[in-house]
Structures are given as structure tokens and as C-alpha cells.
């Protein structure tokens, strides 16, 4: 389908109580709010027709609307606890699209934790999106694990190592050269999109007909280690200050 002829709306789940990182969406990298790194790369994303923060916070509500987003609700505390679930969000996010009487075709889900993004490569996701609409249940973005899945363990009933895969305590072919075994791939927050008509029929927000997106490997800011690794890449973060904001 042409994405002429898609409603393409951009969510940003914002919520103000995180633990792991205080007032993480507010935390600055290169000198920019962390939030306001995922607003400027959705509304530089031309496919894109409106940019909305999901909050719980007027003040990130304030500077969403400062930034040229929107932010027209506020989330209600019961789903912007640790434990609330993207669906919850999004699910929220939907009854405001009903009100306007128009339910977006894609919705994308870009997430803060994410702040380093390529606009152009946001666009390629949502452009798969858009040519397998109607063979599809969402697309997700992820990127290839360092070190392949197959070789990882977990600690059995009885303490000893076991594989995750065979869930034998032989260890044996764990050793093997990574190039032996298939490459495995972990999720990240560079970029989902969803589609609506589906989450409404099926309650998920994935799906059973995920659409892989490969990215390059980027890092999510979960924890005070994981901010302060990006800060010290200065020299990597500010190609992408000059890419999003354009100084």
C-alpha cells in the first residue's frame, strides 16, 4: 500500500515515575533532553503525519508541545506504574485516535531510552510496514546479539550450568566457534510499527506475524552505567545531534 494514502501517526511513551534512572526522559545527552531527541527525529521523519507523547507529566507534556508535538491527554497513573505494559499505552493512545473519529493506519512506537536514531532509516521501517500491510502484524526492530543465544546458559534445579537450547548440563558444543550456529537477534527501541486494526482485534501489540527490521547496534539508556557510557562517546552521539537536530 502507498504510504500516500496511510494515516502514519508516531507515539512517544513518556511517563515520569522511572526507578532504574530518576527523571530519566528529562536526563540530557549532549546537552538535550532525552525525550526531546525522540520528538525531533519523529517530526524529521517526512511519513509521519503527527507526533504525540503518551504522558502521566504536564511538564513533559509542556515540552512536547514546545517541541511541535503534541501531547493532547495525560496517561492516568493506573497504567504508568513499573509494571504497566506498551500495550496499555497504546491500547489509551487508540481511544484518543477514536475520539477524533480517524484510528491511525501505523502507529510508531519510538521510545526515549532510544534517543540515537536516523530519521531515514525510521522511514524504511515504516515503509515495510506500509508494502505488508495486509500480510502482517507488526514490524520490529532489532539487532544482532554480539555473542549467539545458542551459547547461553542458564543455572539448573540443581546449581550446575545447563544450555538454554538442548537444556542439558553437557556443555560440550557450547564451545564451538560462534560461526557454527545460526545468528540470534535481541529487540531493541530503535523503531516498532504497529498497526492498529490488528491490536484492537487481537489485544497484542506484536503479534504472531512480526516483520523483522535489522538495525545497527545502539544502546538503550536503562540504567545511570548506560547514560553515562553514551556521554562518553561525544564524538559518535554529536553525528547524531548534527543528524536530528541539525546543528
Do not use: C
Amino acid at each position: 500500500m502507498s504510504l500516500d494514502d496511510l494515516y502514519i501517526v508516531s507515539v512517544i511513551p513518556a511517563r515520569s515515575g522511572s526507578k532504574g534512572v530518576v527523571n530519566k526522559n528529562l536526563r540530557k545527552l549532549n546537552g538535550i533532553e532525552l525525550l526531546k531527541w525522540s520528538i525531533k527525529a519523529s517530526l524529521q521523519t517526512k511519513v509521519i503525519s503527527r507526533t504525540l507523547v503518551s504522558t502521566d507529566s504536564d511538564e513533559y507534556a509542556q515540552i512536547a508541545n514546545e517541541m511541535g508535538a503534541e501531547a493532547p491527554f495525560l496517561r492516568p497513573e493506573s497504567i504508568s506504574q513499573d509494571n504497566s505494559t506498551d500495550l496499555e499505552m497504546i491500547l489509551h493512545s487508540i481511544d484518543f485516535f477514536k475520539s477524533e473519529e480517524r484510528i491511525p493506519d501505523l502507529i510508531v512506537h519510538l521510545r526515549p531510552t532510544s534517543p540515537l536514531r536516523d530519521p531515514n532509516i525510521v522511514s524504511k521501517a515504516i515503509e515495510l510496514a506500509a508494502k505488508n500491510l495486509n500480510y502482517i502484524s507488526a514490524v520490529r526492530s532489532i539487532q544482532e546479539m554480539s555473542e549467539t543465544a545458542y551459547k547461553s546458559f542458564e543455572i539448573g534445579e540443581n546449581g550446575n550450568l545447563i544450555s538454554v537450547f538442548t537444556h542439558s548440563n553437557d556443555l560440550d558444543k557450547s564451545n564451538l566457534n560462534r560461526q557454527v550456529f545460526p545468528k540470534t537477534f535481541v529487540a531493541n527501541g530503535y523503531v516498532d510499527v504497529l498497526i492498529p486494526s490488528y491490536i484492537l482485534k487481537e489485544r497484542k501489540i506484536h503479534g504472531d506475524k512480526v516483520l523483522p527490521f535489522v538495525t545497527e547496534s545502539i544502546l538503550e539508556i536503562d540504567t545511570e552505567s548506560d547514560l553515562k557510557q553514551l556521554e562518553s562517546m561525544r564524538e559518535f552521539t554529536s553525528d547524531y545531534y548534527k543528524l536530528i537536530f541539525g546543528e
